[in-house]
């Protein structure tokens, strides 16, 4: 995916998250999380990604 469809999507994402507000926003993330990894073929692609994520840093 190009930069420019990473943004794409990462804008979509964040102004999903501001429409459901901040009650939800965990739901979502974990459906959009779950609806995303049904996608792939492989579990432990998967896992690893989520993996990934939790060790994200700011």
């Known amino acids: 995916m190009a930069q420019v469809d990473i943004e794409t999507v990462y804008e979509a ?3 999903s998250i501001d429409l459901v507000g ?3 926003s965990e ?3 974990a459906r ?3 609806l995303l990894s049904q996608e792939s073929d492989s579990t432990e692609k998967v896992l690893s990604l989520v993996k990934q994520a939790g060790s994200l840093q700011e």
Do not use: D, E, S
Request: aromatic share 8%; hydrophobic share 60%.
């Open 32 to 34: 959009l999380a779950l």
């Open 13 to 15: 994402i964040a102004k």
């Open 22 to 24: 901040p009650q939800q």
């Open 27 to 29: 739901h979502f993330l």
